[in-house]
């Protein structure tokens, strides 16, 4: 039963991220149907890119180091606990309150001088709600975890629902009623400080106020390898927003903002799959077994994610222009064709084995050269492509860090690719799409 109730529980967990994806796509698409300014979209795009941008990598770091912490710490080892509350939450808690803190700060120092990101007025959008969105939205994560640690997936589920469908009204209501952006983006704080609300009645039921600073300090000796990795790992996407930001005045900003984007269930069934595999190698399994799982998976997920794809890369000028957005964003649709490559380095797995092995050094070392040619080739590719040069340069760089990692794996471990990729299909899906873009691109194939 409890088995049970944890997998229900990561499935509600997953339903939440896609429903926090789908609002912001729904809004991005009332926004351009509703014939918002171009200003107006530019100002909420910068508003949730700032937001998202300086906060993802420490608000993962401290959660995933927090939830091996929860009832398994020397702080609390000899604490009397009181029954259903824990005092690990509230530490958590107050760190992710003084993370936020800082970068609100950091908010208001640069908001009106923001153009070392922005090549533009310099000045951020609505700074006084940008800090209370930022520091409402990035302590309110630990929600879905209260409900994870206590088994309450329909609790889950439905605090999801409820307040996805309430972000809806409260930003796509005004946009419809003519208000402009700046109720919608009211309407989006209010509700984030609704839910905020609603932590602090959750950590007074789960919760025991006691402040530890051994606990404290445990927590960010834990966290801070995780937030570091996350930053290096997963900063991707926002490292072409900052370039974009940089290079692009507001206008082009918005254009590349909406189609900067990897399709939600390529990103959510590569991590799961890289998540699930994990844990097979502390139970002491034979490699061969676990390597032959990775190929057998992930060759699943070729047949899948591969045609949907491509699909999508073909009907993506029809998708944007007549469907989602308008003519205007005829260019978000060129970002987002490019984006869709970045399939053939999120297909393979060799990072799984690094860290199932706990060789850690070598990810970080891999990220870290990543980091430094992901910005050079950006920075290289937007000035003979464009907006469109920027996903190139990433996607082309991130398939020279899994070849990297698949080299490191062979030298060090003696581990072949063939192993765990099945590598007459990957050949065969990465040349098939490769074809598909270059058609596309020369206009062979235009579906408008």
């Not at 994806?21 to 926004?31: A, E, G, P, T």
């Not at 998708?319 to 399939?343: G, K, P, T």
């Not at 920027?390 to 990692?405: A, D, F, N, T, W």
Request: contains cysteine.
């Amino acid at each position: 039963m409890a088995i049970s109730a944890k997998l229900n529980t990561i499935f509600g967990l997953q339903v939440f991220q896609f429903l926090r994806f789908l609002l912001f796509f729904i809004v991005s698409i009332v926004v351009t149907k509703f014939n918002l300014p171009l200003k107006d979209i530019s100002d909420w795009e910068m508003f949730t890119f700032i937001s998202s941008a300086l906060s993802y990598f420490w608000v993962t770091g401290i959660i995933q180091a927090f939830l091996p912490l929860y009832k398994r710490n020397r702080a609390f080892l000899l604490h009397e606990r009181i029954p259903g509350k824990s005092p690990e939450l509230f530490n958590a808690f107050l760190l992710l309150c003084a993370f936020s803190l800082v970068f609100v700060a950091l908010i208001f120092f640069t908001a009106s001088n923001f153009s070392v990101f922005w090549k533009g007025t310099g000045e951020l959008p609505y700074p006084g709600m940008l800090a209370v969105y930022f520091f409402t939205s990035n302590t309110t994560p630990l929600i879905e975890y209260i409900y994870l640690l206590n088994n309450a997936p329909r609790k889950l589920l439905r605090y999801g629902y409820l307040s996805f469908l309430a972000q809806l009204a409260a930003v796509c209501i005004p946009i419809a009623l003519g208000f402009g952006i700046e109720c919608a983006i009211c309407g989006l704080t209010g509700v984030t400080v609704l839910r905020f609300l609603w932590l602090l009645r959750l950590l007074v039921k789960y919760s025991e106020f006691k402040v530890s600073l051994p606990f404290l300090r445990n927590h960010l000796y834990v966290g801070y390898p995780v937030i570091i990795s996350t930053l290096l790992s997963g900063s991707s996407q926002y490292i072409d927003g900052f370039i974009a930001s940089f290079v692009l005045n507001q206008e082009r900003f918005a254009i590349f903002r909406y189609g900067c984007k990897e399709l939600p269930f390529v990103v959510v069934m590569t991590t799961a799959l890289n998540n699930a595999l994990l844990p097979s190698f502390s139970v002491k399994r034979d490699i061969p077994y676990i390597l032959s799982e990775i190929k057998r998976r992930s060759l699943r997920q070729m047949h899948i994610l591969y045609p949907v794809s491509i699909l999508m890369m073909i009907f993506s000028d029809f998708l944007f222009r007549r469907v989602f957005f308008n003519e205007s964003f005829d260019a978000s649709a060129d970002v987002f064709m490019v984006y869709q490559l970045m399939i053939i380095s999120r297909i393979v797995y060799p990072q799984t084995i690094l860290m199932g092995l706990k060789m850690n050094n070598l990810l970080m070392r891999a990220a870290i050269l990543e980091i430094v040619l992901h910005i050079g080739a950006s920075l290289i590719f937007v000035q003979f492509y464009g907006a469109t040069g920027i996903p190139l340069g990433s996607g082309l760089v991130h398939i020279v860090e899994k070849l990297v990692l698949i080299y490191y794996v062979y030298r060090r471990l003696g581990i072949a690719p063939r192993q765990y990729i099945n590598i007459k299909w990957y050949l065969f899906y990465s040349i098939i799409i490769g074809i598909v873009f270059v058609l596309i691109d020369h206009k062979v194939i235009n579906i408008i």
